[in-house]
């Protein structure tokens, strides 16, 4: 290894110890001068210790290696054992440190130095949102700890073992790419429910509405409508939210799409951000309004947990049913059977249809067109929703602003240029 390298790896294992040890430093910052431990200096010549040892083992002897990292570790433990002696502190956390910070100094010689860099930022990170994490804890329930875990099991056992292949005649379904969607989905609903949990509820009703968009918009303007009844006075705050949550699911869509096909999301991003752009403006109206005229106390969104077992299960069945009437459609009726089904699945669902298209390969301007039919029924569809549940005057708001949006949505479209529709 030539001296500029060398150098530059031992100053990188020198300022990821400093780094630690400053976080740790200024943890203990209010204690008197050898009071603690291990600091700011002590952690910076740990990972430097980390990069000589690794020095000293290039010719390819690690046992160099193993020896000073159990002597760090043996000399680090006794200091710390007497630091909590005295304190009466349990924590493991600076020993555990400080052996991380060798190992990255190590690293840092003998690795790849972005491995290094990134593996001691994230050290940083664990170690300076202490707290936060501890409260996080203190928070999340079984049935949510238990979602995190079907989720892992979802995606690194299940998925695995599934073939990569199409496994029905008309080459609708590929079980490995069906679990695999059925996953970003469940994880894009269960990322939404913890933003919405750790929001918490003094955030009111607005961002929870917004973030419910990331779980289903339907369920949002379901729950909102409900409200209207016993609320009348605050349709235009319970309006605003379900525009919110609208223009969230118009978003969802692009980047689910993306997900799978290129292509289809940026031929669906301009007329779903003009549509978006639209819902947010009325939002923001009528939300604005409803403040003039004083909120008071609104309603709180309450969220259940979405990433259940049954619900994975079911919308993957869903999903698999939407992809086998799309592709059987199209084999026997082309573009009018895709059609049927993209209108037929927005009263429900626009992710099934969506995803169904993107996995569909090359995109084409019937698939985008199918998208687009199928938000736009999913869209008019709530408004009914809202009519019959919450009355007529949130029925008809709705109605008005959403169908300028997708009018909207629809001069976008028209007026994209041909190549960008056949990317």
């Given at each position: 290894?030539?001296?500029?390298?060398?150098?530059?790896?031992?100053?990188?294992?020198?300022?990821?110890?400093?780094?630690?040890?400053?976080?740790?430093?200024?943890?203990?910052?209010?204690?008197?001068?050898?009071?603690?431990?291990?600091?700011?200096?002590?952690?910076?010549?740990?990972?430097?210790?980390?990069?000589?040892?690794?020095?000293?083992?290039?010719?390819?002897?690690?046992?160099?290696?193993?020896?000073?990292?159990?002597?760090?570790?043996?000399?680090m433990a006794a200091f710390i054992w007497r630091e909590?002696?005295?304190?009466?502190?349990?924590?493991?956390?600076?020993?555990?440190?400080?052996?991380?910070?060798?190992?990255?100094?190590?690293?840092?010689?003998?690795?790849?130095?972005?491995?290094?860099?990134?593996?001691?930022?994230?050290?940083?990170?664990?170690?300076?949102?202490?707290?936060?994490?501890?409260?996080?804890?203190?928070?999340?329930?079984?049935?949510?700890?238990?979602?995190g875990l079907l989720l892992a099991a979802m995606t690194?056992?299940?998925?695995?073992?599934?073939?990569?292949?199409?496994?029905?005649?008309?080459?609708?379904?590929?079980?490995?790419?069906?679990?695999?969607?059925?996953?970003?989905?469940?994880?894009?609903?269960?990322?939404?429910?913890?933003?919405?949990?750790?929001?918490?509820?003094?955030?009111?009703?607005?961002?929870?509405?917004?973030?419910?968009?990331?779980?289903?918009?339907?369920?949002?303007?379901?729950?909102?409508?409900?409200?209207?009844?016993?609320?009348?006075?605050?349709?235009?705050?319970?309006?605003?939210?379900?525009?919110?949550?609208?223009?969230?699911?118009?978003?969802?869509?692009?980047?689910?799409?993306?997900?799978?096909?290129?292509?289809?999301?940026?031929?669906?991003?301009?007329?779903?951000?003009?549509?978006?752009?639209?819902?947010?403006?009325?939002?923001?109206?009528?939300?604005?309004?409803?403040?003039?005229?004083?909120?008071?106390?609104?309603?709180?969104?309450?969220?259940?947990?979405?990433?259940?077992?049954?619900?994975?299960?079911?919308?993957?069945?869903?999903?698999?049913?939407?992809?086998?009437?799309?592709?059987?459609?199209?084999?026997?009726?082309?573009?009018?059977?895709?059609?049927?089904v993209a209108a037929i699945s927005g009263l429900a669902?626009?992710?099934?249809?969506?995803?169904?298209?993107?996995?569909?390969?090359?995109?084409?301007?019937?698939?985008?067109?199918?998208?687009?039919?199928?938000?736009?029924?999913?869209?008019?569809?709530?408004?009914?929703?809202?009519?019959?549940?919450?009355?007529?005057?949130?029925?008809?708001?709705?109605?008005?602003?959403?169908?300028?949006?997708?009018?909207?949505?629809?001069?976008?479209?028209?007026?994209?240029?041909?190549?960008?529709?056949?990317?």
């Amino acid at each position: 290894m030539e001296f500029p390298e060398l150098a530059t790896r031992l100053g990188l294992a020198l300022a990821l110890g400093f780094i630690i040890g400053f976080e740790r430093g200024w943890k203990e910052r209010a204690e008197g001068e050898g009071r603690r431990a291990a600091g700011l200096r002590t952690f910076s010549l740990i990972g430097l210790l980390g990069g000589l040892f690794g020095v000293l083992s290039l010719e390819g002897d690690r046992m160099l290696i193993a020896a000073g990292f159990l002597t760090t570790g043996a000399v680090m433990a006794a200091f710390i054992w007497r630091e909590t002696a005295h304190e009466g502190d349990f924590s493991a956390t600076t020993l555990v440190a400080a052996l991380v910070t060798f190992a990255l100094g190590a690293l840092a010689v003998l690795g790849d130095m972005r491995l290094a860099a990134g593996a001691g930022v994230a050290t940083v990170g664990l170690l300076a949102y202490k707290t936060q994490l501890h409260g996080f804890l203190a928070r999340i329930t079984w049935d949510e700890l238990r979602s995190g875990l079907l989720l892992a099991a979802m995606t690194f056992i299940a998925l695995p073992l599934l073939p990569d292949r199409a496994i029905d005649p008309w080459g609708a379904i590929n079980p490995h790419q069906l679990w695999l969607i059925t996953i970003l989905i469940a994880a894009v609903s269960f990322v939404g429910y913890v933003a919405v949990k750790l929001a918490g509820p003094e955030r009111g009703l607005i961002l929870a509405a917004a973030l419910g968009g990331l779980i289903s918009s339907t369920v949002v303007t379901l729950t909102l409508s409900a409200l209207a009844k016993s609320n009348p006075a605050r349709i235009g705050l319970l309006a605003g939210g379900i525009l919110a949550s609208g223009a969230v699911m118009l978003a969802r869509v692009v980047v689910l799409a993306a997900a799978l096909n290129l292509s289809l999301a940026a031929s669906l991003a301009a007329p779903f951000a003009a549509a978006a752009l639209v819902q947010a403006l009325a939002a923001w109206l009528l939300i604005g309004r409803d403040r003039r005229n004083g909120i008071g106390d609104p309603a709180r969104l309450v969220h259940k947990n979405p990433f259940l077992l049954s619900e994975v299960l079911r919308f993957g069945a869903m999903l698999a049913a939407v992809m086998l009437a799309a592709g059987i459609a199209q084999s026997f009726w082309g573009n009018a059977g895709l059609i049927a089904v993209a209108a037929i699945s927005g009263l429900a669902d626009v992710d099934a249809l969506t995803l169904s298209v993107a996995n569909m390969g090359p995109v084409t301007a019937l698939g985008v067109v199918a998208v687009l039919l199928c938000v736009a029924v999913n869209t008019l569809a709530k408004c009914a929703y809202a009519w019959i549940e919450g009355g007529t005057r949130l029925g008809l708001a709705l109605l008005g602003l959403n169908v300028a949006a997708m009018g909207v949505a629809a001069m976008a479209w028209m007026l994209m240029p041909a190549a960008l529709v056949m990317i």
